[in-house]
Each structure stands twice: as C-alpha cells, then as structure tokens.
C-alpha cells in the first residue's frame, strides 16, 4: 500500500514539473496553427524525456549522486563549467518566462499589468523554498497542478475527431508556413525535453532518499508521470485546434488563452485557465529555481538540501534567492512573457546536447550504475537523442530567424 | 589509484563528513632526480580559474588582491586526506579552515540576518 501511495504521488509530482508555461503555449500554438498535425511532436519528445528522465533516476537511486556531482567528477572541471554557464543563461530565461507565466494568470484575474506582479511572485516563491521543506515543494505544489486536468477534460467534452488526432501522431510534412511549422515543432520539443526536469529529478531522488529498491518504482514514476504529462499536452494542442483554429486565434498573447476553457466551461473555464495557467508556472518556477541552486551547490561541492534550515547552508539559500531576484527582473522590466517562453524554449532545444551527452557515459559506468547499466535499448535511445539534440541544436537558429515571428 | 581520475575534482568532507567543497587542484612537488611527490590538494576559486586560463587566473588574483581578499586557494597535505569511492575525505575541521570563508561570511552577514533562517 505504501508503495503504491509512493507511486501515486511519484506520477502527480512528474505530471506537476512536467506541464508549465513552455508547454502550455507551444502547444497552444501548434494547435491554433497547425491542427493535429503536430501531435508527433509532443509524443516524440515525451519518449524522449520518460527515457532520460527514468535514466536520472535510476542514477540517483544506484549510486547515491545526482547528475551535476557526477558530470563535474567524470567530465572534469571546464566541461561543468562550460554546461553550467549555458544551463544557467537557459534556466533563468524559463524561469523568467515561468514567473511571467504567474503575472499573467494573476493580471487575466485582477486586470492589474502582469508586471505590477513581479515582485509579489518573485517573493512569495522565495517564501515557499526559505521556509518549506523539499515534500511542500515537491508534493504541495504538484497536488495543486492536478487542476490542469481540466484541460483534458474538455478535450474529451470536445468530442474530437480521435482519427485525426491520432494522425497527428505520426511526422507528417506542413502543408503551408514550413518554416514556422517546424520552429513550432522544435519549440515543442524544447518545452517537453527540459534540461531542468531530469536535474531535478536526480536531486529530488536524493532528497527523498532513494536507494537501489526504489529502481522498480522509479521506472513507474518516471513512464507513468511524463506520460500523464504529454497527454496533458497534447489536450491543449487538441483544444486549440478545435477553438482557436476555427476562429483565426493564433495565441500572439496570453489573453487569448482563456478561449481554450470558456467554450467548455463556460465562466468557470475561464478560472480554471487561471488557476492552470498560475499554479503549472508557480510549481516550474520553483522547480527551476531548486534545480540552479542544486547544480550551483552540487558542482562545487557545497552543502545542500531544501530539508535543511537556510542557515546552515548559507551559500545553497544565496544561490536560490540570486536567481529568483535575476528570474524576476525581465518582467519586472516588462518583456513579454510569451516572446520570452517561445524564445527560451527554442533555446533549449538548441542546448540540448551539452546536457544530454553525459548520459551516454555516465549510464554505462559500472563504477556509478553497477549491474544497473544501460541495456542496448536504452542506450539506442540515448544515442537518437543525442542525434535529435545535434539536429536541433544546428536548425534552431535559422528557424527562429524564419519561423520566429 | 589514477590521480585525475579517482582525486581531482571529487567531493571533498571533512572529519565530520561536511561537505567543505571539491578537489579543485593537485599539487606536485617535482625534486631532482627523484619521482614527483603528491604534496597538496588545492581548494579555491583561483585554482579553478587557472584550470580555465592561466591569465585569466593571474588577472582574478591580482583583482581580488586590490580587494584586500587573498587569492590564495586553501591547501590540504596529501597526509591528511582518505580517497574514498564517492568523497575525498580531509583530516581537517571544515568550518576553522578558509575552505567554509564564504559560508561562514554568508551565514553571518547576510542569511543569518534574514528572519526564519534558523
């Protein structure tokens, strides 16, 4: 029984990291533009993500270290650096455009400018890791993402056409817009195979105290909460496609979002789309901040754990509240939070390699992972994502330029 | 045991197993006509910056010198250290050596001010 309560909130916790603000809007726009056409891409990057995301685990659980520990000990000092000056400029940007993502649900709901919001956001994330403990964090917050379900809900009222959205599922070539119709896709795949899921999912491991036992468990977690996740996903696309399309909506703005409940449910879907859209980027803000200071503190081998009290980790606690001050400051200044999610979700695609190459070799170590080694599909799997990561990393550019605007 | 792989950049705790930092740089004693000799293991931002570029590194230590900070990295003797299969660890007292400066100097000026830190 125990197990499966573990389980279950295991998956809750995946499904609450996975969907946020990169996710919802990619979606949105793939839907509004492109129909069903580009479920593919939710499903390709979902394969992508249970694989590493699984595989961070099973690392953490094996042998007691998180993923930046061993890559600074394995790859060597300048090969960390390297990774963590490229994983830093990233996350700050998606925690930028997450923190956004809260300001704009609070401004659908008060009329007030998402960036009167800033400070208020910034503080209040700030409050919830000084006095919480890393089970608030990581169960509270996901328990609450639940809400999002909402969305799959009024796919299924939708009554889509499920031969068509199961097309969609298969790559398929754009009819019109090419360009655009793959900066989309890249946009997609950058949101769902996010570089800070599986580092925080590595540290959460170590904070929940997972041992060799918790490998069987951790592979639930890993399938059933990202596969939960994309399918979240991919009722967003579905619920653009059947609202936004029709009406000419391309999601150019955040105000534009409420249309994918209201239809559904009326006055309350507008709530929900508040309440969705607010607490996924909340509980990614959070996320994204814990997983900088864990990579800060882990690669340069000070003291860390959101369990312990702030002062008896004084330089953990700074590097936590340095990057929601620096997280905070673009929509404090007013950037826009749908150019800057489109933009760093982009961005990470382009990243992915950096962060993804070390798996290869970290996984087939037997000194870290034992008998617990990649099998030959696994690593197949490592190897075409790493390819995945290369191609997009050369074609993310000139989409942006072309595809971009 | 191979140096680079099994010491340099490892996790370094000291005897009460904090964790005081990394094994950031090795240190060689080369004498005439006899084997080099492990002496020291380095811990500091200098000895990482030198890993980066020398240059870089002589320009970090001379800034922080005008500061009146010391670039110099805190150095263990190789005598005092265990290498373990995850941490390296140090016969030494973390938070009474300059490795815990900036944790201590946080913790006094900064966090420990803060309300709910302890």
Redesign the interface.
């Known amino acids: 029984m125990k197990k499966i309560l573990e389980i279950a909130l295991g998956i809750v916790t995946s499904v609450g990291g996975f969907l946020e603000i990169g996710s919802i809007a990619t979606a949105a726009q793939a839907g509004a533009e492109f129909s069903f056409q580009l479920i593919w891409a939710i499903v390709l990057g979902g394969i992508c993500i249970i694989f590493l995301v699984e595989q961070a685990g099973r690392f953490a659980a094996v042998?007691?270290?998180t993923l930046p520990?061993a890559i600074?000990?394995r790859f060597?000092?300048?090969y960390?650096?390297f990774m963590y000056a490229i994983l830093g400029l990233l996350s700050l940007l998606v925690l930028a455009a997450e923190i956004g993502g809260v300001c704009v649900a609070l401004e659908l709901a008060t009329g007030v400018g998402f960036q009167w919001w800033a400070v208020p956001v910034a503080l209040s994330i700030w409050l919830v890791i000084?006095?919480g403990t890393f089970g608030v964090i990581e169960k509270g917050i996901s328990v609450l993402g639940l809400v999002t379900l909402a969305f799959v809900v009024g796919a299924i009222v939708m009554h889509p056409p499920w031969r068509e959205v199961a097309t969609g599922a298969v790559p398929s070539l754009p009819q019109h817009d090419s360009a655009r119709y793959w900066f989309i896709a890249v946009s997609i795949l950058g949101a769902t195979i996010s570089p800070y899921l599986y580092f925080f999912y590595s540290s959460g491991a170590i904070e929940d105290e997972w041992k060799e036992t918790h490998v069987g468990v951790n592979r639930i977690i890993a399938t059933g909460g990202m596969t939960f996740g994309s399918v979240i996903s991919i009722s967003v696309l579905v619920l653009a496609a059947l609202l936004l399309l029709p009406r000419g909506m391309k999601v150019e703005h955040y105000s534009e979002l409420p249309m994918l409940l209201v239809p559904v449910f009326g006055e309350k879907g507008f709530w929900l789309l508040v309440a969705s859209l607010g607490i996924a980027c909340l509980g990614a803000a959070m996320e994204i901040t814990l997983q900088m200071a864990y990579v800060t503190a882990q690669g340069?081998?000070?003291?860390?754990s959101e369990n312990q009290?702030?002062?008896e980790?004084?330089?953990f606690?700074?590097a936590y509240t340095v990057t929601i001050a620096l997280g905070m400051l673009p929509v404090l200044f007013g950037l826009d939070p749908l150019t800057m999610t489109v933009f760093s979700m982009a961005l990470t695609a382009a990243t992915l390699p950096v962060s993804v190459v070390p798996f290869l070799f970290l996984m087939n170590d037997y000194?870290y992972v034992r008998v617990y080694r990649n099998g030959w599909i696994s690593n197949a799997v490592v190897i075409s994502i790493i390819a995945l990561a290369f191609v997009l990393a050369v074609v993310t550019v000139p989409l942006q330029i072309f595809g971009g605007g | 045991m191979e140096l680079v792989r099994d010491c340099l950049d490892k996790q370094l705790d000291d005897s009460s197993k904090r964790r005081m930092g990394r094994v950031d740089g090795i240190i060689l004693e080369l004498e005439p006509g006899r084997a080099p000799r492990v002496a020291y293991v380095e811990v500091g931002v200098t000895t990482l910056i030198n890993r980066f570029s020398s240059r870089l590194g002589k320009k970090v230590a001379r800034w922080l010198r005008s500061r009146g900070i010391s670039p110099d990295p805190f150095r263990i003797p190789w005598g005092k250290l265990k290498i373990g299969l995850n941490t390296v660890l140090a016969d030494v007292e973390a938070e009474k050596s300059p490795a815990l400066e900036w944790e201590l100097w946080l913790r006094k000026r900064v966090i420990g001010r803060i309300p709910g830190a302890k």
């Open positions: 042998s007691g270290r520990d600074r000990e060597g000092f300048n960390f650096a000084w006095k340069f081998g000070w003291n860390w009290k702030p002062i980790e004084a330089r606690s700074t000194s």
